[in-house]
């Protein structure tokens, strides 16, 4: 029993040390962040999710850094049934590239975290940083629809260390008309 108890706080410990080490972009500059995004890339695991793996694509957003300091993001995602359009509001914390929000789907607020980005390229976010299967997200973004080979894999890298397993980590291919008419063109 002792030996068993060990082992779980163990292993509780090492979760809770992979998941400290997950840091912002360093000097991150929310106004250089904000504009146009298309998220190229998605790990995310959840068993409720694994069925319509196969039907995502990658989708746009618009992040708008507000005077305060938090952001709101608007995206569009194409779903069987059509375009649909949703907006987050992100509140910002005490350390620059992390934000909180609530998420009305899963009744509990989320730690976004903004990894590594170049800002004109690429940015790898992390939603949620206490791995958990139902709730954990990491998605890749990029500045048009495509973004470079190793990016891709620096993105896959950095969910394989997260715990994902290969099946779970997309590179969708992009959504046709969502939105009809994209902002900014």
Known sequence: MRTTVFAVVMVMMCVMMVDADVKPQKDFNLRMFAGRWYRVGLAYDSPSFAPFRDQVKASMGIVTALPNGNVNLTMWDALPFGCVRKVYNYEKTSVPGQFSYFSARHNMVKDITVVDTNYS?????????????????????????????????KFKGFASSRGFPRDSILTPPPAENCPASRPGH
């Open 121 to 153: 390229d690429y940015a790898v976010v992390l939603k949620h940083k206490v791995f958990n299967r139902e709730y954990t997200q990491v998605a890749l973004y990029g500045r048009s629809p495509t973004v470079r080979h190793d990016v891709i894999m």
